[in-house]
C-alpha cells in the first residue's frame, strides 16, 4: 500500500521557521515530480510549491516566494519544504503530493497534475 507520510509541523510564532518533510512507503518516486498544499480551516486547499524529479527545476505560489524553499533527497526519496519568516495566515494544514514520473519541469500547481497525496500536517503561526 503507497503512503505518504508529512511530518515536522507544529506550533511556531510569527517570523519562526519550520521544516516539514515527506516519506514514501510502499513504492519509490525518485523520479516524480512532487509538490505541497495546504488547506486553512474554512478554505480551499491550496498550492504552495512543486519541484520537479530532479529538483532543477521549482514552482512557487506568490504568498511564499521568498520564504518558502521547496527541496528533495532522491537517496531518501523525501521531499521537504523549509519555511521561514512564518506569518499567522501560513496557518493550515500541509500535504506532500506526488505527481508524474519524469517530471522534467515543476508541476504548474493544479491539483490534477498529482496522483499520491499524504495525509497531512497541521502547522500552526500564532502572532
Known amino acids: 500500500q503507497v503512503q505518504l507520510v508529512e511530518s515536522g509541523g507544529g506550533l511556531v510564532q510569527a517570523g519562526g521557521s519550520l521544516r516539514l518533510s515527506c516519506a514514501a512507503s510502499?513504492?519509490?518516486?525518485?523520479?516524480?515530480?512532487k509538490g505541497w498544499f495546504r488547506q486553512a480551516p474554512g478554505k480551499e486547499r491550496e498550492f504552495v510549491a512543486s519541484?520537479?524529479?530532479?529538483?532543477?527545476?521549482?514552482n512557487y505560489a506568490d504568498s511564499v516566494k521568498g520564504r518558502f524553499t521547496i527541496s528533495r533527497d532522491n537517496a531518501k526519496d523525501t521531499l521537504s519544504l523549509q519555511m521561514n519568516s512564518m506569518k499567522p495566515e501560513d496557518t493550515a494544514v500541509y500535504y506532500c503530493?506526488?505527481?508524474?514520473?519524469?517530471?522534467?519541469?515543476?508541476?504548474?500547481?493544479?491539483?490534477?497534475?498529482?496522483?499520491?497525496w499524504g495525509r497531512g500536517t497541521q502547522v500552526t503561526v500564532s502572532s
Open positions: 519541484i520537479n524529479w530532479s529538483g532543477s527545476s521549482t
Open positions: 510502499g513504492r519509490t518516486f525518485r523520479t516524480y515530480g
Open positions: 503530493a506526488v505527481g508524474t514520473n519524469w517530471a522534467g519541469q515543476a508541476p504548474s500547481g493544479a491539483e490534477t497534475e498529482f496522483n499520491y
